[in-house]
């Protein structure tokens, strides 16, 4: 008979936040495997149970020891547990990690090698505490979260590829802030701020220069503004609703839910352009685009030359949505129209 017998994913991920508080390696690691096969079988139900019981270990762990639970967490999400479960505690352990570790380049530098030892570790503590002129307990949090939090972060890019975990996400713009001026060394920060950033429920004004057609389009989950421009040209020109050639099945498909990478390149059909005539560049964000009354507008000008590309989306797991919701009459369209200024040439100058 198997030790956990009718054992539930929860009691097991109690038992594995109890293995790690008193840093019990061996337990830990059984407590893990037996999860992991209990996982397979679990439901929906059950997963959301597990990341239930995670909540106060989360909560409670030290940064520095919480990566494994954090990333427990995410997988039971991927699995199929409701990500709303533990996001607030993951989402507060993230910010406060990030938080903390964005004060320790100015206390010790980026160029610190990570501690091999007890002695290397309260070596760079005493250094942080010296440097900053506070204890050792917040010296030791500013250390661990340096060179931890990025283990944490993934446990929320997973629930914020769902529309559901974006919705219930709290602290966001704590996040946003934190995300926003943590160095580069925390290389996930990048990842979880686009995410941060992605409209959902987003309405849109989109107008063809050359046809003054005027389009109202809703947008979610879209990542950057290359996988918006194939879905437009997909929703627009595949649509029928302007000339042009179509954006191929695997370009829509890369930019949707198919295989990022499809075997050719994908072309641009469009110049993207703000209402004042400025130039919204492929690598940026819908939310770069600043609204103007009380809505973004994106004029779609002639493509100045052929621009490709080779990934369809930035994130594999989130579904975007594109809808047109109306093709406007004239009379309403001219009202979208005046706000809109002749486009301008952005493109860098000579060296």
Known sequence: MRWNRGRSVAELCTELAEAID????GAAQKAFKEIVGEVERADAAALTEALV?????????????????AALAGGLVEAG????????????????????????????GTEVEPPTDGESARAIVERVAEAGGFDVDEASQVTQAWFTVNE??????????????????????????AASVVPDEIADAHWLL???LVLDDEPLVVVHRASEAVFLLTI???????QLHTLLADALVGGGHLPGEPPEPSWVAA????????????????????????????????????????????????????R??????????????????????????????RLVSPAKDDRPGPM
Not at 86 to 104: K, W, Y
Not at 159 to 175: D, F, I, T, V, W
Not at 282 to 294: F, M, S, Y
């Open 22 to 25: 008193r840093q019990d390696e």
């Open 53 to 69: 019981a995670l909540r106060p270990a989360l909560a409670e762990v030290p940064l520095g020891n919480g990566a494994p639970l």
């Open 81 to 108: 547990g409701d990500p709303a479960a533990a996001l607030d505690v993951l989402a507060s352990r993230v910010a406060e990690g990030l938080e903390q570790a964005s004060r320790f380049p100015a206390l010790a």
């Open 152 to 177: 944490w972060i993934p446990a929320l890019l997973l629930p914020l590829q769902q529309k559901a975990g974006r919705a219930a996400l709290p602290h966001r713009q704590r996040l946003i802030e």
């Open 194 to 196: 686009g995410l941060l």
């Open 220 to 226: 979610s989950g879209v990542g950057d503004n290359f």
């Open 255 to 306: 930019a949707s839910d198919g295989p990022l990478q499809p075997q050719g390149p994908i072309h641009g059909q469009f110049n993207l352009v703000d209402a004042g005539g400025k130039w919204i560049w492929n690598e940026g964000r819908p939310v770069d685009v600043e609204p103007v009354a009380g809505r973004r507008i994106i004029v779609l000008d002639p493509a100045p030359y052929d």
């Open 308 to 337: 490709t590309w080779n990934v369809g989306r930035v994130y594999p797991l989130m579904l975007p949505e594109v809808r047109l919701d109306a093709v406007l009459p004239p009379d309403q369209a001219a009202g979208w129209l």
